[in-house]
């Protein structure tokens, strides 16, 4: 069985960051230079380093920007500092679950205490094929990282919750997570932040869509109130021009036609404003409130995909707004959903392969892909969570798949 060769996500610039000590040099070449033979990136102090910047800003970044840190054991790895500070921030990033570490020994040498629970790779006499075994190495680690993919669709549902701002006012929708709503998150590892809960809170809140919520749910009302300020303020207004002309003399008191225009013109203003309302409620299955609904819709789904998109690079955790029934307020929910689209996103590039129409001037199938996905997701992911009897992949929740629904979209974009 021919060895998997993990692609790299769009936060990633490099397969493996190395971590070894310099008189180990020579032996590092080989082994990179047979590893990028086979299209696995690699970066490395010698070659990847810039002259002038600090070492250690180099690493941090370095280390972040790659998927392993490959760790060179000799016997003068644990007198090196730099080897040492390599070490323990990688191991900061696993201990959090976000990086890995393949250690191998190129000749007999003890093993750091912080990594001895690891089992490592022993190139001691083939250096020239160490890095068939690491290959070997990652690919089961990503076969292991494939297999936590089978809880993709997995999620946890959380309604608008309704309030009233005032005694009198109408019944407001907000977002609000509880200590409960977190616990629950984090204790079925949901990696979702305290502050990505409050962005998105803040993210939801502050949108048409909520503050106005009470409009779609009490259309009807709403109307009848606004009438009735307006008449009030029609009769207060002539009220005042009652007093202010009943004390003039005949000769200085307004005559019928001023009368007509002093008030006919507003009331008539009234007048089109209400039949201006009373038909935007009146066509509402076709324009109108609900035209508005699905746009302040629309525009809520891409400002969460943003916070989402960012959120599911770093940890496989997603949201979206869904919202089943536009007449009912309990069916309006913000979903959190599981999802690593790594699977999705390897189908959907050789699937561009016989639709190079998609692509832009210069991009690869790669980046047409995430353009494409994200495109998708920022104005559809609800559908992630309708069910379905057609995939490609494994949903936990019985849905289609993400590379299967962009195909979909992109047929139906085309007709």
């Known amino acids: 069985m021919t060895a998997r060769i993990p692609g790299l996500p769009r936060d990633k610039k490099y397969h493996f960051f190395v971590c070894y000590e310099s008189n180990s040099l020579d032996i590092v070449r080989i082994i990179v230079d047979n590893l990028e033979k086979k299209e696995l990136i690699c970066c490395y102090y010698e070659r990847n380093f810039t002259a002038g910047v600090p070492i250690l800003d180099h690493i941090h970044k370095a280390i972040r920007e790659s998927l392993y840190m490959l760790v060179v054991l000799s016997k003068d790895f644990e007198n090196s500092n730099f080897c ?8 900061h990033l696993m201990v959090e679950g976000k990086y890995n570490l393949i250690p191998i020994r190129i000749e007999p040498c003890s093993v ?3 990594i001895r629970h690891l089992v ?8 020239d094929t160490a890095h068939v075994k690491i290959i070997d190495a990652i690919s089961k680690q990503d076969m292991r990282i494939d297999l936590k993919q ?12 309704p309030y009233k701002p005032s005694r009198f006012s109408f019944t407001r929708y907000r977002l609000k997570f509880e200590e409960s709503d977190r616990a629950e998150l984090w204790n079925n590892e949901f990696e979702v932040s305290a502050d990505i809960l409050k962005a998105l809170e803040h993210t939801v809140n502050s949108s048409l869509l909520a503050k106005y919520l009470h409009v779609w749910n009490y259309p009807f009302l709403t109307l009848c109130m606004a009438y009735l300020h307006l008449l009030i303020l029609l009769a207060v207004f002539c009220l005042i021009l009652f007093i ?8 200085q008191s307004f005559q019928p036609v001023e009368y007509a225009l002093t008030i006919g013109l507003p009331t008539l203003l009234v007048l089109f404003i209400i039949n201006m309302l009373v038909y935007m409620f009146t066509v509402y299955d ?3 409130i609900h035209s508005v609904y699905t746009k302040a819709c629309r525009i809520l789904d891409a400002d969460i995909w943003k916070l989402s998109n960012q959120n599911n690079l770093q ?3 997603i949201f979206f707004f869904k919202n089943s029934d536009l007449l009912i307020p309990e069916c309006r929910k913000i979903c959190i959903m599981r999802y690593n689209f790594k699977l999705c996103k390897t189908q959907f590039a050789r699937y561009l392969d016989k639709r190079q129409h ?3 001037l210069g991009e690869s199938n790669e980046e047409c892909t995430s353009r494409l996905f994200d495109e998708f997701l920022s104005q559809s992911s609800k559908q992630l969570g309708i069910s379905s009897t057609v995939r490609y992949h494994h949903m936990y929740n019985g849905a289609k798949c993400v590379c299967l629904l962009v195909e979909d979209w992109l047929d139906t974009r085309k007709q």
């Open 120 to 127: 490592y790779i022993d190139v001691e006499d083939c250096f």
């Open 315 to 317: 940890t496989g955790v």
């Open 84 to 91: 040492k500070q390599e070490l323990l921030e990688a191991k």
């Open 244 to 251: 202010a002309t009943s004390g003039n003399a005949k000769t």
């Open 112 to 114: 750091p205490e912080n």
């Open 286 to 288: 076709r324009k109108g």
């Open 150 to 161: 089978e809880r993709n669709g997995e999620s946890k549902q959380f309604k608008l919750q």
């Open 358 to 360: 998609l692509k832009k």
